[in-house]
């Protein structure tokens, strides 16, 4: 089966008998599953109509310590967390005693060259994470972030245009490429409503996606991105700057139903099976129910790409992630 | 001459330089300590709360506005004695075991601030006999426990167990945490979010 086709179909909300799926791994879980299968290139070979290369390596400093590209150092003791930042560099509202990084050609073109030669037939996205919000306040923290907009904007729109710059240097590069999508990564969501709001979203954020967005379109290119939480009160701007698919789409917070009836015809849903509810607790009976469910509602008319709504976290049995393989591999 | 209006005003807009102002000149004026806290500070605070819970506000407006509360509060309670503190009640707050998060855990401390309560927040990967130890330490009226990860939450089910001899009551909450599972794991209220946490501390405090 084309699985690349299979994507640009749903994409066109054009509805075929098969929905195109994608089991997005954190790290402890991918080596949990090589253990189980006892095969280390499982992943090759579980049908994932996307392929994804990340623009990120971390440093690895010892003691649970790793350094990313952006100097940040993150602290991951915790198992299965992405960890949490250990030293804020921007600790007044000025870019005076920091040297923002250029992007790193060598690991951008490994992994695009990757993307391009090793995935022929799956439908290719390369990751910008932490793209403007989540870069900024890793830098400087979520509470001065969130404080600066109000009390210092010219500083934050200054931090934000070179996180900007930094990203549209990196897609210059990418985008020499014959990729699919740019997956732009950054949350912005609680559980209930924006952290920031949507009016300082739009103030902020927006015309700075819409850059990213309509640089990637002019090229050809697909646009995803991806919030955690709830955001839909910006969706139809998403959908005015040309968005084509969002993840992670969790259902414990939006109604799929009036989502999808609402924003369908414009987006792509990828999502929607819940780390936060659904794959830790449910039985995988009800893993493999809710997978069909979502599939029947999400995949009419095309828009879908059925994913659990995060990099599966360790909390979540085998059983359950083959239970949701069972259904999506067996279509 | 500044009035409560003014100073709550400006606790509402996240000036915190005004604040400042109004309280010291409200003190030079004669007014007491506690009626500037109660009057001007929380008073501009509950607004804030009320606000926010309406979307109204979003968390950026919160912080700056806790932040002129606290300004004002550093001007006036120096000068209010220990027996003279009419705190609402005491509540000891941490994220629980395993857990390193803590915006939403510190976005609640500053709404139960905001409405007058004595708030000890214990911080991140807070362990049960920590919880415990904090209680006989400080007789909180109230324990809230925050989690952001499903892996973690886990743990409010232990830190309840822990603190089950003690006359305290325990309030859970964070992204992951439901009606369900607060009621699963035996904890006395839920909140959804911070200023629902403040209304839930409320009923509690009542019950």
Excluded at chain 1, 146 to 175: G, H, K, Q, S, T
Excluded at chain 1, 191 to 212: D, E, N, S, T, V
Excluded at chain 2, 28 to 55: C, H, T, W, Y
Excluded at chain 2, 102 to 129: Q, S
């Amino acid at each position: 089966m084309d699985r690349h086709q299979l994507v640009i179909d749903t994409l066109n909300k054009k509805e075929r008998d098969v929905i195109p799926f994608h089991l997005d791994l954190s790290n402890s879980v991918r080596q949990r599953l090589i253990d189980y299968f006892g095969d280390p290139q499982f992943e090759d070979k579980v049908g994932n109509s996307l392929a994804q290369e990340r623009n990120e390596s971390f440093v690895d400093l010892g003691n649970y310590r790793e350094r990313d590209m952006f100097g940040v150092v993150w602290n991951k003791e915790q198992e299965g967390d992405f960890g949490v930042v250990d030293n804020y560099l921007l600790t007044e509202p000025s870019l005076n005693n920091y040297t923002f990084p250029k992007p790193d050609e060598a690991l951008i073109r490994q992994k695009c060259e990757r993307l391009v030669h090793s995935h022929k037939d799956q439908f290719t996205m390369y990751i910008i994470g932490f793209s403007l919000f989540e870069r900024a306040w890793t830098l400087r923290g979520m509470t001065d972030l969130l404080m600066d907009f109000l009390l210092n904007p010219a500083f934050v729109e200054e931090l934000l245009d070179r996180i900007v710059e930094y990203n549209l240097a990196v897609m210059d590069i990418a985008m020499q490429y014959d990729i699919d999508c740019i997956f732009f990564g950054d949350d912005w969501g609680q559980q209930k409503g924006m952290i920031m709001g949507p009016g300082l979203w739009r103030q902020f954020l927006k015309p700075r996606l819409a850059k990213m967005f309509a640089k990637a379109k002019a090229k050809g290119l697909y646009v995803a991105q991806h919030s955690c939480g709830d955001v839909h009160e910006v969706f139809p701007d998403l959908i005015e700057m040309g968005l084509d698919i969002y993840n992670t789409f969790q259902p414990e917070i939006y109604d799929v139903e009036q989502m999808k009836r609402e924003f369908g015809r414009d987006i792509t849903f990828y999502g929607g099976i819940s780390t936060q509810q659904l794959l830790p607790k449910a039985s995988p009976e009800e893993v493999k129910a809710e997978t069909r469910r979502l599939m029947t509602l999400l995949g009419k008319g095309g828009g879908y790409i059925v994913a659990p709504t995060h990099a599966i976290p360790n909390d979540v049995p085998t059983e359950n992630i083959l239970a949701f393989l069972e259904v999506v591999q067996h279509q | 001459m500044s009035t409560f209006q003014e100073m709550a005003e400006a606790v509402i807009s996240g000036n915190a330089k005004k604040v400042k102002e109004y309280a010291k000149q409200a003190l030079a004026e004669g007014v007491s300590p506690q009626a500037i806290i109660n009057d001007g500070l929380i008073a501009g605070m509950n607004v804030v709360g009320v606000r926010f819970k309406n979307n109204e506000v979003y968390v950026p407006e919160v912080l700056i506005s806790a932040r002129a509360m606290h300004a004002g509060m550093d001007v006036v309670k120096p000068l209010l004695s220990e027996a003279e503190v009419q705190d609402k009640g005491t509540i000891v707050v941490g994220t629980v075991k395993g857990d390193l998060h803590d915006i939403g855990k510190n976005l609640v401390r500053m709404m139960l601030e905001g409405a007058g309560y004595k708030v000890i927040d214990l911080g991140v990967d807070i362990a049960p006999d920590k919880f415990a130890q904090a209680v006989e330490e400080h007789r909180p009226q109230i324990v809230g426990l925050s989690a952001l990860l499903t892996t973690t939450m886990v743990q409010m089910k232990n830190t309840i167990e822990r603190l089950k001899d003690y006359p305290v009551k325990v309030m859970v909450g964070g992204a992951p945490v439901t009606q369900k599972f607060a009621d699963e794991v035996g904890a006395d209220a839920y909140a959804s979010d911070a200023a629902t946490a403040v209304e839930k501390a409320e009923q509690l405090m009542a019950s």
